[in-house]
T-cell receptor, first 114, second 112 residues
């Protein structure tokens, strides 16, 4: 039973345009959400996060939006750059910081075309 | 500062063999975890630890054992390798209460 779902396995975007990566979850107890980025042959790296008490968090070109009623979050990258090409994982936690345990989605491969 | 170090990077095992994947971190992080990455399945949590002497099961713990005798080390043991355990394994660590994990570069395991 996949609690965190990324229904788009891949996404292709032109350089300079907006990339929107989506993530849905089923567990209403999730209270913290993150996005990780992964290049081939490397471990994932933390990108941006959002607490369930917020609906938006911004960090430079990256913005995460959270819609709790729809159990949906999205990552916006503006403008997209070729170096953003990677697999993006959505992750969520329901432990309130007690264990740091995260549940990850299946990932979306983003390809930014020059 | 090496971060999270995983060894080996690659390993081929025969069905039924046992082995230990090593993970060490030098950041004094309380929390450590093991994930496996499979095509179409994303990252799935195998075991995790919130501190030395404390471990717990994740989503897919069967066939794996862990121990945490020191803050720095969190080895993952495959008791009797099966082809279904062919995967890329990632170890991660973070300070308690911080979800911004530092991941190792992974161990690619093939069981034949």
């Amino acid at each position: 039973d996949q609690q965190v779902k990324q229904n788009s396995p891949s996404l292709s975007v032109q350089e300079g345009r907006i990339s929107i990566l989506n993530c849905d979850y089923t567990n209403s107890m999730f209270d913290y959400f993150l996005w990780y980025k992964k290049y081939p042959a490397e471990g994932p790296t933390f990108l941006i996060s959002i607490s369930s008490i917020k609906d938006k968090n911004e960090d430079g070109r990256f913005t995460v939006f959270l819609n709790k009623s729809a159990k949906h979050l999205s990552l916006h990258i503006v403008p997209s750059q070729p170096g953003d090409s990677a697999v993006y994982f959505c992750a969520a936690s329901d432990s309130g910081g007690a264990t740091n345990k995260l549940i990850f989605g299946t990932g979306t491969l983003l390809a930014v075309q020059p | 500062n090496a971060g999270v170090t995983q060894t080996p990077k690659f390993q081929v095992l025969k069905t039924g063999q046992s082995m230990t994947l090593q993970c060490a971190q030098d950041m004094n992080h309380e929390y450590m975890s093991w994930y496996r990455q499979d095509p179409g399945m994303g990252l799935r949590l195998i075991h995790y630890s919130v501190g030395a002497g404390i471990t717990d099961q994740g989503e897919v713990p069967n066939g794996y054992n862990v121990s945490r005798s020191t803050t720095e080390d969190f080895p993952l043991r495959l008791l009797s390798a099966a082809p279904s355990q062919t995967s890329v394994y990632f170890c991660a660590s973070s300070p308690q209460g911080d979800y911004g994990y530092t991941f190792g570069s992974g161990t690619r395991l093939t069981v034949v």
